[in-house]
């Protein structure tokens, strides 16, 4: 690992894993129409949200004591004003990250406007490294072959991390039913694509999650597949993080990536309880609860996993 890998490692663990973040969304019209999308009930609401608002919105966070912004949508590139609002949170000495789909980065034009930035995160939501899964998963024909041409447009021209540490692009993989046994390859594959930034995360039971049950998977079946992809991800010597996941699907030595439990979100069962982490647990998420259309009792078998570390027996 060059002096600057380590560097950026450091930063990235050390610093961005204690970040906290406030969510400032911004409700365009969606270019895609992504079958797991958490925000489609909020689809083109507020689509030009004047920066007076967001600018408030920053205030807001910064009094509450949070340090980084995560400016989000439906889809935040389709805001007019979207390198102004970047300039704002770093005025006030807040870290920014967008999250996208990439569409818009795939015209090299709109690259060009983040060229003056001083410092940024973009996170690419990436669906399935075949094409035609992706275009399904995404629900927009021709968006595999969009995101691949964002993504070489990003790197080549924005110069992101490995050359910045402080541009940075991160692709996210939301684990689905028709993903997981991929994950592995998914990670080779985007590697070979020059992206050293990855997240991973589980569905969330709301938007059009409920229009599409048959992406539902429960995460004992995931969990083999998902092993396989953080070895992948370590062997590379890439960064990364787990998002919205139990520390049960993953061993007790990633704890840095655990989360505080949030009701409104996640669930807990009664083997939570006897978990000595069990108060700084994200749980799981609500729709790890539907996964079996609730006709059967809820089976967790990699909570018998020997490096969960629960106080008791199970």
Known sequence: MNNLNKEFH???????????????ALYTTCSHHCRMCTAAQYNGIDANKSLSKVR?????????????????????????????????????????????NGRRFATL???????????FALKMTFHSHKRELFDYLSGTPGSYLN???????IISYLE?????????????IVMNKLNYKDLPEMVRFLYSRGIRCVSLSSLTLTGRTYENPGLLVDLDTVRPYFIKAISEIERLKMVYMLIKLPICIYESRYKHFLRPYD??????????????FNKKCWGFTKVHFVAKYKKDSLKFPFLNQPDVEFVNSL
């Open 10 to 24: 450091s930063l990235f663990y050390n610093k961005l894993m204690k970040a906290r973040i406030y969510l400032i």
């Open 56 to 100: 408030k919105e920053i205030v807001n966070a910064k009094s509450l004591g949070m340090t980084d912004i995560m400016i989000s949508g439906t889809e935040a590139t389709l805001h007019p004003r979207l390198v102004q609002i970047i300039k704002l949170v770093r005025k006030h000495g807040l870290r920014c990250c967008v999250g996208t």
């Open 263 to 276: 009701k409104n979100i996640g669930v807990k069962i009664d083997k939570c309880k006897v978990c000595k």
């Open 160 to 172: 992101v991390y490995p050359k910045s540490i402080t541009k940075v692009l991160s692709m996210h």
């Open 147 to 153: 995101t691949l041409k964002a993504m070489e447009n």
């Open 109 to 119: 034009d709109f690259v060009k406007s983040f060229k003056d930035l001083d410092s």
